[in-house]
């Protein structure tokens, strides 16, 4: 056991390291930034930081050459991500494009496609959403209705699609719809890709709990995609879009924001009926708990790591990381709001403050984005520990036949 | 990056479980628990044999001179298969602290008879109903001799030396009392595992060798606990697994309402609890694994991580290794109740999930977090 790099990933490491130390300025502290897109500056800011990674090699290393990447191995993308994570930088913007749309243009697009698309995508030039939800199909994805008919060589899209992030400030979409709803649920459907400047296209902001807008519903209107632009054959829009997920799986990680050594120096100054807030035995016990949750997830990304350095397949551990962190993050947010008793309702400028109630507003979405925290026991019980699953009213029926209930 | 242990460790595991799967081991607890036999004699012999008591002693004693990390696979073992043997008093306790603290010639004297098993060592420090501490162990050191009661001591039977934790004139020390002097009685305590017995031993003018000076032996004391909680919390991420995967089967093979019960949400997601808290468990004593091995300054709250999140773990899996049995979790002829017997002991071991969180918020104030 130990923690150094080999060789090479030391040497891989130092070059990542030069090349940022000449083009970003390292953080002064962990705080996690809130970038908002939708202010102007914010947007050219991080489409200049992807082209200046672009240039350079940086921006998608493992992808192939031809497509702007740098061919380099997952441990190697580890490293290039640990080290850009040490420095100031835009971030965010492009990883639903990059990590979901990316892998799917890769392996399903054509030759052609693929040189068109994927060196502006890793540029940042053009930027890309995934268009999955709909008011009906939230956990149950494949429940979707968005139709899609076909007439010539074109598809003409009706329906609506929800969650779908950045949607107001992207160029194409992934998208996958119905194409046959007499078919069973999971073979009637295609996957196609989509210009977000069709006309029929209509994106509105959802507002969220906490007040800002991230996410988007996304009505399509007679929209008309050419047949070129489907991935996949008719028929294969959930074994794509199954392609996707795992990798939305793999990008959704931990929930950033307030943690335990935040509640830890909160709590050392915090005043807590004349004392501070950490000789209180209970505020210690909750901070011994979310102290040992924060390692086991840091150490489980090890361990994850280990065997990719060794060139292994790593375990199914790294399935418990969003359940634990965003739990962890809502259970924080309690703690420091409830430290300040009736004071916790007001809004104020203190920092720590501010984290705390961003955390409780902001940790009911994680526990639901990605996958929701019953969904993700559900896929830990069936895939890790080999469970049967649930029997299903929806299995070897008519997707019309199907019981929706009145939504 | 290498944060996992190397191919021979993970063949000595195997070795490991193969032996004690061999050996019927779980087989041989439930038999000493019915028994109160509180130990395996003929188990022990085996695991002497195999040299597992001598792993980390130096080959200049008698003993294998490898590592901590060896000494982690095996523990997990003795954990999943609930070992009835006093491997954990005699050799995580008793033959670690000699190996760190002892003298030249303590060392020569006792290590070469740890190993072979002519001694077997356990660590007597409770007095009372509540925890022990720096201020209130009462037993009593003076020139050279030891006079007071211990309670809740394992392994006492088959023990033939004691680590005592007792008060001297300036402080606390640490004694070691060969428990066949003619001023030590020894008696059996009822406890809730009897496949480890646990006893009173009353010492009466008993002569002791110190290990350390006769002032700071409560800090020898911690690091010894520190130590150990890394290795007890292997055992306990073993006895989690074993309760997990009981759990798993049942729930596949058990039918209600026409289908199995595992299919059941309520069922799946108490069994996908399970698997997170031993996740983190794992992955937090793989580190403290690594702490220990290094010597690193991070020891102190690497093992309380470790040992706080693998007492949560088992103690969620060996009871809820019962309820997902209903009631056949609740028999005694199902080994579920072995498990949640093992988690409890090995839990209050090395003292308390509360007091292990205090150690740890300690610890964390000690190397300011952020």
Not at chain 2, 315 to 322: A, F, G, R, T, V
Request: hydrophobic fraction near 40%.
């Amino acid at each position: 056991m130990d923690f150094n790099d080999t060789k090479e990933e030391a040497k891989f490491r130092k070059k990542c390291r030069d090349w940022l130390e000449k083009n970003a300025t390292p953080k002064e502290d962990s705080t996690p930034q809130n970038d908002d897109f939708a202010n102007k500056d914010k947007m050219k800011a991080a489409k200049a930081w992807q082209k200046k990674k672009y240039d350079a090699g940086w921006a998608m290393l493992h992808w192939p050459k031809e497509y702007g990447g740098i061919g380099a191995s997952s441990m190697e993308r580890i490293i290039w991500a640990n080290e850009e994570s040490k420095f100031d930088v835009p971030k965010g913007i492009f990883e639903i494009g990059l990590g979901m749309c990316g892998p799917v243009m890769m392996e399903y697009a054509t030759e052609e496609q693929k040189e068109r698309y994927l060196p502006p995508m890793a540029e940042g030039k053009e930027i890309w959403c995934q268009l999955f939800s709909e008011p009906s199909a939230g956990s149950d994805v494949a429940g979707l209705r968005s139709k899609a008919v076909q007439k010539g060589d074109k598809w003409i899209i009706n329906g609506q699609k929800v969650w779908t992030s950045g949607a107001h400030f992207s160029d194409y979409g992934i998208l996958v719809v119905r194409h046959d709803p007499n078919m069973e649920k999971h073979k009637g459907m295609t996957f196609f890709f989509v210009d977000m400047k069709s006309p029929g296209i209509e994106v509105k902001p959802i507002k969220q709990i906490t007040g800002g807008s991230s996410f988007n519903e996304v009505y399509f209107t007679d929209v008309e995609i050419p047949d070129s632009q489907r991935l996949g054959e008719i028929g294969d829009g959930w074994k794509v879009a199954i392609t996707t997920l795992m990798n939305e799986r793999l990008a959704v990680g931990d929930a950033g924001g307030a943690d335990v050594e935040d509640a830890f120096r909160w709590a050392k100054t915090q005043d807590n009926l004349g004392e501070p807030l950490l000789n209180n035995k209970a505020a210690r016990e909750s901070i011994a708990d979310w102290y040992c949750e924060k390692s086991g997830l840091k150490n489980t990304k090890l361990r994850t790591m280990s065997a990719l350095s060794r060139g292994d397949t790593p375990g199914p551990e790294a399935s418990i990381t969003k359940i634990v962190s965003a739990g962890k993050l809502q259970n924080i947010g309690n703690f420091g709001i409830d430290s300040l008793d009736m004071a916790g309702m007001l809004r104020t400028d203190n920092a720590d403050v501010k984290g705390f109630q961003n955390a409780w507003l902001g940790a009911p979405g994680m526990r639901i984005a990605g996958g929701t925290d019953e969904i993700l026991r559900n896929i830990i019980a069936e895939r890790v520990l080999g469970l049967p699953q649930d029997p299903r009213a929806d299995k070897g029926v008519a997707f019309k036949d199907i019981p929706s209930g009145n939504s | 990056m290498n944060l996992d242990f190397s191919d021979d460790q993970k063949f000595l595991q195997e070795e490991a479980r193969k032996f004690l799967e061999k050996e019927n081991a779980l087989l041989r607890n439930r038999t000493v628990l019915e028994n109160q036999s509180y130990f395996d004699q003929e188990l022990w012999s085996k695991i002497v044999e195999l040299g597992w008591t001598g792993i980390r002693v130096p080959e200049e004693f008698g003993g294998l001179g490898l590592g901590h990390l060896e000494l982690c696979v095996i523990a997990e073992e003795l954990g999943r298969f609930l070992a009835p043997v006093p491997f954990s008093s005699s050799v995580y306790l008793f033959t670690e602290a000699v190996i760190k603290y002892g003298s030249e010639e303590m060392k020569k004297s006792l290590l070469p008879k740890l190993v072979s098993g002519d001694i077997v060592g356990t660590l007597a420090v409770t007095e009372d109903l509540f925890a022990p501490s720096k201020e209130n162990i009462a037993l009593a050191y003076d020139s050279g001799k030891i006079n007071g009661k211990k309670i809740a001591v394992p392994d006492a039977s088959i023990a033939t030396h004691a680590l005592v934790v007792a008060k001297s004139s300036d402080g606390i020390s640490l004694q070691i009392a060969d428990l066949s002097d003619q001023g030590v009685s020894i008696e059996h305590q009822e406890n809730i595992d009897e496949s480890r017995g646990h006893f009173s031993i009353i010492f009466n003018d008993v002569k002791t060798e110190g290990i350390g000076d006769e002032i700071s032996g409560w800090d020898i004391y911690e690091s010894i606990i520190n130590q150990a909680a890394v290795l007890f919390a292997y055992e306990q991420i073993g006895g989690s697994q074993a309760s997990l995967d009981m759990a798993v089967n049942y729930a596949k093979e058990r039918y209600a309402f026409g289908r199995p019960i595992g299919s059941y949400q309520a069922i799946k997601h108490k069994l996908a609890d399970m698997y997170i808290a031993l996740t983190l468990a794992k992955s937090n004593c793989y580190y403290a694994a690594w702490a220990l091995s290094t010597d690193s300054a991070d020891l102190p709250s690497a093992s309380a991580t470790a040992r706080v999140s693998a007492i949560k773990a088992y103690q969620l899996c060996s009871q809820e290794n019962i309820q997902t049995h209903g009631g056949n979790g609740f028999t005694w002829e199902y080994d579920c109740h072995m498990f949640y017997r093992r988690s409890k002991l090995l839990s209050l071991n090395l003292g308390s999930l509360s007091n292990w969180r205090e150690k740890l918020v300690t610890s964390l104030e000690q190397s300011n977090i952020n």
